[in-house]
């Protein structure tokens, strides 16, 4: 068990004043499996003259704000302290075929409610849309009667092996299509891709929003804001939940994977959206800090 | 020929008049009758009358790529859809049964969803519909109704059953329509209305008055309600104002509304209103660039937080769109089984859903025969009959469908019956089907629209968007039965409380519209002065000799329009013709006439609830003139100047009845008063300009006296010097005329009197205007000069000081404009949506 500290800073810098401002952060981390959240609060400079909590269509914590007042600047910054513990991944699983059986939904009688919710993330999303080459890629790890987490595994490695981590290669809309023929992008490239692949096959897979603490190299000292926010994907093994696999990073998440949210794909839990009346041009400066707090 | 016995219906089709066993269906022997009576000239005169009224009360669909542009006007067959009351009591009932259900699936859905956990429906045919709107989830209350409105779109197969071929459930338009198809047709032909004793549509108006009336969350006495519309550009803005108009609502753009503190607000020159229902006419999608689609500028950010906390009820609610699936229509008659423990009245086209296997098998199998429907409406591949595909389309479509089977519907093609429609004369089969329209009545179910909007083809697809025939829909009851009971109650108080409602919401003016009617003021008054000028300078033209008065007005007139002096003109006497020309005819650019009249007329048509039917048919004959007769002139080598001279004349005719009828229709408390300070300041402007540019010009007496001639016909006013002075014009009395006789209403001070007593009014109700300052020294200015009486020659020193005032004067005015827009009209402030920093490894 180990606990963490994050903290994650925004700031939108306005070219000019802004009259109105309407946001919605999703930068309160969730409980999750393996994941307990102990503090969790958001701070926002100026203040904000409405402020809003709630959960959203999949349970992840959303802040709506509104700031009336002329500004032209707004900090907005998140601190939280969560708890970890890693659970081993299963040392079995059943086919992944048969895992897409089970997911494919009789229509009579009661159902397992489990089922009926993961059916949401079986389906294509605007970020993860139907991409038949991406299915023929997840297809080479899926092969007949393989166990499905060992399969998800196989996937991952493949992607850390055979794609470039390139930033600023790719958009946020850059098309799967094009991550695949290119080979390079980065986290939420790999993880819609993956999304698109897994779902074709039929299989339940949502797209996790969160932190990976970095650890320096020996010797060189810690970096405030150098951690960043991160993205993998986590896939539906019916009667035992939710297991994540981090396609950036080969493998199995691990105990330094600390999860925000999680929804279709990115446009579900983009951790701030806003919209503003006036204010011009606008940039945005994002510092996250992952601290690995001391055993006592 | 138009006697219903030469008519032939289609061999295989039910035709809903002629029965081919016993000739005409009883419940429209009234009508047969009636017009077998009516002669053929008879019967194209009411065709030309309802065109005309249709086309004067300015009803008119906006079909999209279409060069007519804002108003294309609505296509009315004269002859209606006639049903027997008895059978529509059935079809109301199933309607009616429809909506409850429907409204219960909508609760269930965004609330507990327990149509899902028992596997009642299945859970991918709602994920996966664009009109799933997950910020939505939780926040219907699911206690009460949240359908308000709901359409259907019915027909009547070879069987003689009413089928339901779609829901409209989003934003169902086609009910104003409907009820001014109605009025023309009773203006049309009264008589036949009154004989076969028609149900009548004005009840209700009250019932969709009193469902929204009883929306709002808040206990105050009179909802605030508004109609939002995407604006003059969208196809049914026609009905968006006509609706506004006829429910006493304001009509709002995304821009007059605003959120703060979590609720609703208009933005009305009295300052921000409560806003607490919002009858909405925007797709729900594009309704909160925040939360729904954010590339929308026709929204109002903020709104689903505001429906999320109950502040503002919405009709129909965001994620109503979600029933329009047809992939539910196969579910309807157990949904209602465990909904409503009731059995499906109304049977609806057999539809499969290729999400289910079976399905999918029988609609590949039968693609050639079946309608395939993408389940949500807008996207990439549209509704196709499998009949009209040829190899390669089929084999596409096939693919499209296996790939994602759960998008995708296959529907039984239904064999619509025929009824009769005019076309050349003739009375031929079209295919039919009917819209019908109801509206919560909140515990006591829903009220029905005694009739809807029946569109017919004589092709093979009925669309409004592919142009459509309509027609009026006549519920009647044969002689001998009972009229049809109306079916929403109408008490005199309610109608008294109603009045009253209305009145209180009228004296709102959203910002929007005080900015198009002062706007629409400004426009119509420079169009008018730069007209007359116009037709004084063309006839100028004709006399003998080359007038050398002319001229400087003419650079006048150059400069009112936008123009510098050398981009048109010359010495000679055909040069200034080809100017004059160009001036009047020329394609659009900013300032000239043709940009002005199309102002007036975007300003007219971004406030049409205010204006009246007698307005838009000189509106109408604006557009036509301006918009065809003049443009042909121009494109046209060598064009007559008689005939130039001619349309001009007519504009100035109708833009001063415009003036004329606008002053006594548009609301006096506030409406009026924004119209007429445009117009004031305008005429101010233009006649201050004119006047310090004549002056300049620095002519001879006769020359001057010429140039004075012009001034005074492009103000209307030398028939009154003339008479008035018993002399041709010279300066001092135009001056006087002109400028500050406070009895004439051509003269400037006169204008800004006027403005000024507006103002008073305006800061009485509303803030205070820094115009006034300015108005005042303007009115000092006036004075000043007047006092200044005695030497207006050339050479003497009173007239470089004239001219300065004229240009301060002028300066004065402008300023006013922006203080009367700074203070009462909005300034929407660019909207920019923030993107978010991704995840960077």
């Given at each position: 068990m180990s606990r963490f500290r994050i903290e994650h800073l925004n700031t939108y810098r306005y070219a000019h004043r802004v009259g109105l401002n309407y946001g919605e952060a999703r930068l309160l981390p969730r409980a999750a499996a393996g994941q307990r959240v102990l503090e969790r609060t958001l701070v926002m400079n100026p203040f904000v003259d409405d402020y809003r909590e709630r959960d959203d269509a999949f349970g992840n914590r959303v802040v709506w704000f509104n700031l009336r007042q002329p500004h032209q600047s707004l900090s907005v910054t998140a601190c939280s302290l969560i708890e970890r513990t890693l659970a081993p991944l299963p040392a079995t699983s059943p086919a992944w075929n048969a895992v897409v059986e089970t997911l494919r939904q009789p229509l009579h009688g009661e159902t397992d409610p489990e089922c009926v919710a993961a059916r949401e993330f079986c389906l294509p999303s605007p970020h993860a849309p139907f991409e038949p080459a991406a299915v023929e890629y997840v297809r080479i790890s899926f092969t007949p009667g393989r166990p499905l987490l060992a399969a998800a595994a196989d996937l991952a490695a493949?992607?850390?092996?055979?794609?470039?981590?390139?930033?600023?290669?790719?958009?946020?809309?850059?098309?799967?299509?094009?991550?695949?023929?290119?080979?390079?992008?980065?986290?939420?490239?790999?993880?819609?891709?993956?999304?698109?692949g897994l779902r074709g096959l039929g299989l339940a897979a949502r797209y996790v929003s969160g932190y990976l603490e970095t650890t320096p190299a020996p010797g060189a000292p810690i970096l405030l804001g150098a951690d960043a926010s991160h993205a993998w994907i986590s896939l539906f093994l019916p009667n035992h939940g939710w297991f994540d696999f981090d396609p950036t990073n080969g493998a199995a998440i691990g105990e330094g994977h600390l999860t925000l949210a999680w929804g279709r794909d990115y446009a579900d839990v983009a951790p701030l959206k806003g919209v503003v009346y006036g204010g011009g041009a606008h940039s945005l400066d994002v510092g996250v800090t992952v601290t690995r707090m001391c055993e006592n | 020929?138009?006697?219903?016995?030469?008519?032939?219906?289609?061999?295989?089709?039910?035709?809903?008049?002629?029965?081919?066993?016993?000739?005409?269906?009883?419940?429209?022997?009234?009508?047969?009758?009636?017009?077998?009576?009516?002669?053929?000239?008879?019967?194209?005169?009411?065709?030309?009358?309802?065109?005309?009224?249709?086309?004067?009360?300015?009803?008119?669909y906006h079909i999209y790529n279409d060069p007519r542009g804002y108003s294309r006007t609505w296509e009315l067959d004269p002859i209606p859809l006639l049903l027997d009351a008895v059978e529509w009591q059935g079809i109301e009932a199933g309607l009616e049964q429809r909506a409850r259900l429907l409204d219960r699936v909508l609760r269930d859905l965004y609330g507990p969803q327990t149509l899902l956990k028992r596997g009642l429906l299945p859970p991918d045919l709602i994920y996966a519909h664009a009109g799933y709107l997950r910020p939505l989830l939780g926040a219907m209350p699911a206690d009460r109704r949240q359908l308000t409105f709901y359409a259907a779109d019915l027909a009547r197969g070879p069987d003689g059953r009413i089928w339901v071929m779609g829901d409209r459930t989003q934003a169902p338009s086609g009910a104003g329509y409907a009820l001014e198809n109605r009025s023309v047709m009773a203006r049309t032909f009264p008589e036949f209305l009154e004989d076969a004793?028609?149900?009548?549509?004005?009840?209700?108006?009250?019932?969709?008055?009193?469902a929204l009336g009883g929306l709002g969350n808040v206990a105050r006495e009179n909802a605030q309600v508004v109609v939002l519309t995407p604006g003059p550009a969208n196809e049914t803005y026609f009905e968006h104002a006509y609706l506004a108009a006829r429910l006493g609502y304001n009509l709002a753009q995304g821009d007059d509304l605003t959120v703060r503190d979590g609720r609703v607000w208009l933005k009305s020159v009295q300052g921000l209103q409560p806003v607490d229902v919002i009858l909405r006419r925007v797709d729900e999608a594009w309704c909160d660039p925040l939360e729904l689609r954010q590339d929308s500028r026709l929204g109002v950010a903020g709104l689903v937080e505001a429906v999320r906390r109950g502040n503002v009820a919405l009709a129909n609610p965001l994620g109503s769109g979600l029933l329009e699936n047809p992939a539910l229509i196969p579910f309807l008659p157990v949904l209602a089984k465990a909904l409503l423990g009731e059995k499906l009245l109304l049977p609806s086209a057999a539809t499969w859903w290729c999400g289910q296997h079976r399905e999918r098998e029988h609609v590949l199998a039968n693609l050639p025969r079946l309608v395939l429907k993408p389940i949500h409406r807008g996207q990439a591949s549209e509704t196709v009959i499998g009949a009209d595909l040829d190899r390669k389309q089929l084999a596409a479509w096939r693919a499209r469908i296996e790939a994602q089977p759960h998008l995708f519907v296959g529907?039984?093609?239904?064999?619509?019956?025929?009824?009769?429609?005019?076309?050349?004369?003739?009375?031929?089969?079209?295919?039919?089907?009917?819209?019908?329209?109801?509206?919560?009545?909140?515990?006591?179910?829903y009220a029905s629209l005694p009739g809807g909007l029946t569109r017919c083809t004589s092709g093979r697809l009925l669309s409004s968007q592919s142009g459509a025939l309509n027609k009026d829909t006549w519920i009647t009851s044969v002689s001998g039965l009972q009229p049809l009971a109306q079916s929403t109650p109408q008490s005199a108080s309610a109608s008294a409380s109603a009045l009253a409602s209305n009145r209180r919401e009228s004296e709102i003016l959203t910002s929007r519209a005080a900015d198009n009617?002062?706007?629409?003021?400004?426009?119509?008054?420079?169009?008018?002065?730069?007209?007359?000028?116009?037709?004084?300078?063309?006839?100028?033209l004709w006399e003998e000799e080359t007038a050398p008065g002319l001229e400087p007005v003419l650079h006048a007139l150059m400069r009112l329009m936008g123009y510098a002096p050398g981009d048109c003109g010359g010495k000679d006497r055909s040069d200034l013709a080809t100017c004059v020309r160009e001036l009047t005819t020329q394609n659009e650019?900013?300032?000239?006439?043709?940009?002005?009249?199309?102002?007036?007329?975007?300003?007219?048509?971004?406030?049409?609830?205010?204006?009246?039917?007698?307005?838009?048919?000189?509106?109408?004959?604006?557009?036509?003139?301006?918009?065809?007769?003049?443009?042909?002139?121009?494109?046209?080598?060598?064009?007559?100047?008689?005939?130039?001279?001619?349309?001009?004349?007519?504009?100035?005719?109708?833009?001063?009845?415009?003036?004329?009828?606008?002053?006594?229709?548009?609301?006096?408390?506030?409406?009026?008063?924004?119209f007429d300070l445009g117009r004031r300041i305008e005429r101010g402007l233009t006649q201050s300009t004119l006047l310090s540019q004549t002056l300049q010009s620095r002519l001879s007496g006769e020359?001057?006296?010429?140039?004075?001639?012009?001034?005074?016909?492009?103000?209307?006013?030398?028939?009154?010097?003339?008479?008035?002075y018993r002399s041709?014009?010279?300066?001092?009395?135009?001056?006087?005329?002109?400028?500050?006789?406070?009895?004439?209403?051509?003269?400037?001070?006169?204008?800004?009197?006027?403005?000024?007593?507006?103002?008073?009014?305006?800061?009485?109700?509303?803030?205070?205007?820094?115009?006034?300052?300015?108005?005042?020294?303007?009115?000092?200015?006036?004075?000043?000069?007047?006092?200044?009486?005695?030497?207006?020659?050339?050479?003497?020193?009173?007239?470089?000081?004239?001219?300065?005032?004229?240009?301060?004067?002028?300066?004065?005015?402008?300023?006013?404009?922006?203080?009367?827009?700074?203070?009462?009209?909005?300034?929407?402030?660019?909207?920019?949506?923030?993107?978010?920093e991704p995840p960077r490894p």
């Open positions: 493949r992607i850390h092996a055979e794609f470039a981590y390139r930033p600023n290669a790719t958009e946020i809309d850059t098309p799967i299509a094009e991550v695949l023929a290119e080979r390079h992008g980065v986290c939420q490239d790999f993880a819609h891709l993956v999304l698109s | 020929m138009l006697s219903p016995p030469e008519y032939q219906p289609l061999p295989d089709a039910w035709d809903e008049m002629w029965d081919a066993e016993s000739g005409v269906r009883p419940h429209w022997r009234e009508l047969a009758t009636g017009l077998a009576n009516l002669g053929a000239r008879d019967w194209s005169a009411r065709g030309q009358r309802i065109h005309r009224l249709l086309r004067e009360n300015g009803v008119t004793a028609v149900a009548k549509l004005n009840p209700w108006l009250e019932a969709v008055r009193g529907q039984e093609p239904l064999q619509l019956s025929t009824t009769p429609a005019l076309q050349g004369g003739r009375l031929l089969p079209h295919k039919a089907s009917l819209r019908a329209f109801l509206v919560s009545q909140g515990e006591e179910g009617l002062f706007w629409a003021g400004r426009y119509l008054e420079r169009a008018e002065a730069v007209t007359r000028l116009l037709r004084a300078v063309l006839d100028g650019r900013p300032g000239n006439l043709a940009h002005t009249v199309r102002c007036l007329l975007g300003c007219a048509y971004g406030t049409r609830e205010y204006w009246s039917v007698a307005i838009w048919r000189l509106l109408d004959r604006v557009e036509r003139d301006w918009g065809q007769r003049v443009g042909k002139l121009a494109r046209k080598v060598g064009g007559g100047h008689e005939r130039i001279d001619l349309w001009l004349g007519r504009l100035v005719d109708a833009l001063a009845g415009l003036a004329g009828l606008a002053s006594e229709t548009l609301p006096r408390e506030t409406g009026f008063r924004y020359a001057e006296r010429e140039s004075l001639s012009l001034v005074l016909a492009s103000a209307d006013s030398l028939i009154t010097f003339r008479r008035r041709e014009p010279f300066l001092a009395g135009v001056l006087e005329l002109l400028l500050w006789d406070n009895e004439s209403p051509r003269a400037l001070i006169y204008q800004i009197h006027t403005a000024r007593r507006h103002l008073a009014e305006l800061t009485h109700v509303g803030q205070r205007c820094n115009a006034e300052r300015p108005l005042f020294s303007a009115e000092e200015r006036i004075y000043a000069a007047a006092a200044n009486i005695e030497d207006w020659r050339i050479e003497g020193p009173a007239r470089p000081a004239l001219i300065r005032t004229l240009g301060e004067i002028a300066g004065h005015l402008t300023a006013a404009s922006e203080a009367i827009s700074l203070t009462w009209f909005t300034h929407v402030q660019e909207l920019y949506v923030l993107r978010p």
